[in-house]
């Protein structure tokens, strides 16, 4: 899987996101991310792989479970 980069410099705490992103946290509302500086509209600010994937029922007889490619007229 490619994931795109996070736009401009990344984080020195957080690997996966861009500079602009700080985490605070509060009684009410827990843990959260902020921006610390100005984004643009479009900015990557957060990027990580998916942690889990699941085949949707409809594909189930159509499609492998592992990779989710189609399956080919005679099989995998």
Aim: proline content about 4%.
């Amino acid at each position: 899987m490619i994931l795109p980069p996070v736009t401009g410099q990344q984080n020195s705490y957080y690997v996966s996101a861009n500079s602009a992103v700080k985490i605070e946290e509060s009684k009410d509302m827990g843990r959260f991310a902020v921006a610390g500086k100005d984004v643009k509209i479009g900015d990557t600010l957060i990027v990580e792989p998916a942690f889990v994937a699941v085949l949707l029922a409809e594909h189930a007889a159509t499609h492998c479970f592992h990779c989710f490619r189609r399956y080919g007229i005679y099989g995998k």
